[in-house]
Nanobody, 127 residues
Framework: QVQLVESGGGSVESGGSLRLSCAASGYTRSSVCMGWFRQAPGNEREGVAIIASDGSTTYADSVKGRFTISQDNAKNTVYLQMNSLKPEDTAIYYC?????????????????????WGQGTQVTVSS
């Protein structure tokens, strides 16, 4: 059974940093396309960053230069390092997997390609 468990959320002031973790079980992380998404109250869920098993990545324009997605295949874990946080980054952050997306197509994935989701972790940034 596939399971994704996020951790690392919390409350920080504007300009602060947080590191989110997503521990995956039920499949070998090294072969799966993974992503971070977020949803703020009243907004649709949006993509933040995606990482393929070969390490290639893509980011939403709103987080480029501030957020970094990374992976530790030995630990079956994906991370999201968030720096220079802004109040508009406040949201529930979700980790998700797109196991049917191959390496070549991973970073071009749409949200509908991600079929396994974690429970989410709250990130709150105060001004």
């Amino acid at each position: 059974q596939v399971q994704l468990v996020e951790s690392g959320g919390g409350s920080v002031e504007s300009g602060g940093s947080l590191r989110l973790s997503c521990a995956a079980s039920g499949y070998t992380r090294s072969s799966v396309c993974m992503g971070w998404f977020r949803q703020a109250p009243g907004n649709e869920r949006e993509g933040v960053a995606i990482i393929a098993s070969d390490g290639s990545t893509t980011y939403a324009d709103s987080v480029k230069g501030r957020f970094t997605i990374s992976q530790d295949n030995a630990k079956n874990t994906v991370y999201l390092q968030m720096n220079s946080l802004k109040p508009e980054d406040t949201a529930i952050y979700y980790c998700a997997a797109a196991p049917k997306r191959g390496v070549r197509w991973c970073v071009a994935s749409q949200i509908s390609d991600f079929i396994n989701w974690g429970q989410g972790t709250q990130v709150t940034v105060s001004s």
